[in-house]
Each structure stands twice: as C-alpha cells, then as structure tokens.
C-alpha cells in the first residue's frame, strides 16, 4: 500500500516530495502532494519521518511485515537478534491504523 496523505494535516510543504529517494511524489506550490508512482515505493519510511505535521502514513506489505519465527529457524543469534528487534520497531513505527 503506497503512502497515504492525510489532506487534512497536510501543510503542502512538499518535503514529502524533497525527501522520497524514489521520487513517487508529485508536488505543486500551493497543492497537496500526490503520490504519482506508487509502485515505485520502497516502504523505507523517509516521508514519514520527515513529515513536519506527521500528516503521511504507510503501511508495510505483507511479506515485509513477516518475521521468521524461531519455531522455525531456532532463537535468533546476536546480530540477527538486533537486526530483527530494529526491523520490528520501524515496522511498528511506520504502521498506523
């Protein structure tokens, strides 16, 4: 699901638009961004973080929400342990419901 603009918090900055590495947004002076290339998203969360009125949520895809589960693979070892303690935070960070 590509980022969603709440047009009502929405101040038309266009950092959205600055701050996007994949350039998804389309920005004009005085309008509110539009999201023109929504397949292009990589779900890393710099319009969100850099949203001066946290007015953009986005919400993960499945399979990037997936967390191995140690059933599975067994517990997780030292680095892995960090890596998938960081990935589920900003996973909770950028989820808004």
Same mark, same amino acid.
């Given at each position: ?7 009502? %918090?929405?101040?038309?900055?266009? &950092? ?22 929504? !397949? ?5 969360? +710099? ?9 953009? +949520? %986005?919400?993960?895809? %499945? ?17 892995? !342990? !960090?890596? %998938?303690?960081?990935?589920? !935070?900003? +996973?909770?960070?950028? &989820?808004?419901?």
């Amino acid at each position: 699901m590509p980022p969603q603009i709440d047009k009502t %918090l929405c101040q038309r900055c266009g &950092t959205c638009y600055d701050i996007c590495p994949q350039d998804i947004f389309g920005h004009r002076e005085e309008e509110i961004p539009t999201v023109d290339y929504p !397949a292009e998203c990589w779900y890393c969360g +710099s319009c969100v973080i850099d949203c001066p009125v946290e007015a953009i +949520s %986005l919400r993960l895809p %499945l399979q990037m929400r997936m967390v191995p589960s140690p059933a599975n693979y067994g517990p997780p070892t030292g680095d892995e !342990a !960090a890596a %998938l303690g960081k990935a589920a !935070a900003f +996973s909770r960070s950028v &989820t808004k419901t």
